[in-house]
């Protein structure tokens, strides 16, 4: 089967030639049909952005440089410790202390010498990571905490570059390709991170060290195969490894059409992604930090003849479904242009789905003057389920 | 109905040390409160306070995410397989 996903090397970028060395390099590629020279110089003119330079991306990065992916971007800020070596195969003993991205350098270069490194040695933040992203074709993540994984999810879905993504823990791992044009992201299948604490890292629950050698490699895998425009990608697919048991298996992953980032796409710029995945809780509370209102209590104000202000940041389709008796319906991309409408004096409540978008909208609320704003805790659903019944849960 | 559980390592430590169980119900709420009840420690991980999915643990039954096959009230047939997957940042 052909890979059905455009092709993410711009057609009007010129393939490079490849000089008697690089034949001599490649031959074992050259032999495939589904490579040859063609795929090969496709290879050459591909730019990969890896970001990080840890466990997935040293497997990931090494196999791209072999494979001779022409252009290689890096992230990472780190310093090679000890602790790193049990698994992160571009560093050795002697670069204990150096910087990650001088020791993938060198490893880099001696596996292939031919290959351009483009070092950034810097964290990915919301300030950087579209300007950073923007210059290259394929993203492959390789980052280790949910606030990154986010900020790469939604750059890449705002800028459309294929997001190669892996992901592990003790034995287990996940791979897929999101932010393709019709594929999900990964706010899809987990819309919200996990409360800080609750899901420990690999520093705090371990990782068997091989373990982001079969995931890393993986997603090297996906990032060659889309550059070449062969076999069945990943996307919407998860692949998930379980190496303890020598299972892998996928399951169906779908676009979700209320994701924000790549559903509604009311997701149009970057946001703190430290505090989104600091603040997120069990409850869906997402950002937190700004003032909450229970639903039983705002139900009993508004009863007792209290004028609240209610407004309702989902999108109309979700209005459809169910909503609350007297809100308005601004969806959250729309706020800022109707704030008009609204009455900066008056107590505000907001809600959504879950109360993630809504605390951005009261987040916004508070920035614009509001004095009295409330994110409506656990949004309609949790509404649905303490106060009235007949509204669906959906 | 009897059904089979998926659980990641990051869980089965709190199903003692099981990553596969065997569940009973007619939906898939029914089968995770039945994994709950014989395994307390499951319950906070597995569903917020309301009895439902947390967005960072998804349930796939039959490799079919249930949000888009309504929820935890989706039925379940015999021999049905439940996976259920953590959202884990490792790297």
Known sequence: ???????????????????????????????????AIDGQRKLKSARVLVVGAGGLGSPAALYLAAAGVGTIGLVDFDIVE?????????????????????SARDRLH????????ELHATRLTAANALTIIREYDIVLDGTDNFATRYLVNDACVLLGKPNVYGSIFRFDGQ???????????????YPEPP???????????????????????????????????????????????????????????RRDPACPACGTRELQTLIDYDQFCATSGGDG?????????????????RASGEAIQLIDVREPHEWEIGRIDGATLIPLHRLRERLRELDASA??????????????????????????VWNV??????????VDSDIPEY | MSLTVSLPSVLSRLADGSRSLSASGTTVGEAVADVTRRFPSLTTRLVDENGQPYPFVTFYLNDEDIRFNGGFTASVRDGDELTIVSAVAGG
């Not at chain 1, 001696?110 to 490194?117: E, F, G, Q, R, S």
């Not at chain 1, 107590?347 to 009295?372: E, H, I, M, N, Q």
């Open chain 1, 1 to 35: 089967m052909t890979a059905t996903l455009a092709a993410p090397v711009p057609r009007s970028r010129v393939a490079p030639t490849l000089d008697r060395d690089e034949l001599l390099r490649y031959g074992r590629h050259l032999l495939l049909p589904e490579v």
């Open chain 1, 82 to 102: 000890v602790t790193n070596l049990q698994r992160q195969l571009l560093h050795g003993t002697r670069d204990v202390g150096r910087s990650k991205l001088d």
């Open chain 1, 110 to 117: 001696d596996a292939n010498p031919h290959v351009k490194l």
């Open chain 1, 175 to 189: 791979v897929s390709i999101f932010a393709t044009e019709d594929g999900p992201c990964y706010r899809c299948i």
């Open chain 1, 195 to 253: 409360p800080p604490g609750l899901v420990p890292s690999c520093a705090e629950g371990g990782v068997l060290g091989v373990l982001p050698g079969l995931v890393g490699t993986a997603q090297a895998t996906e990032a060659i195969k889309l550059i070449l425009g062969i076999g069945t990608p990943l996307t919407g697919r998860l692949l998930l490894v379980n190496a303890l048991d020598a299972e892998f298996r996928s399951v169906r992953v």
């Open chain 1, 285 to 301: 509370a997402g950002l937190d930090a700004v003032p909450q209102i229970e639903p039983r209590e705002l139900a009993i104000r």
């Open chain 1, 347 to 372: 107590p505000t409540a907001v809600y959504c789905k879950g109360g993630t978008r809504s605390a951005l909208a009261t987040r916004d609320l508070l920035d614009a003057g509001f004095r009295r």
């Open chain 1, 377 to 386: 805790s656990g949004g309609i659903l949790r509404w649905s389920r303490e």
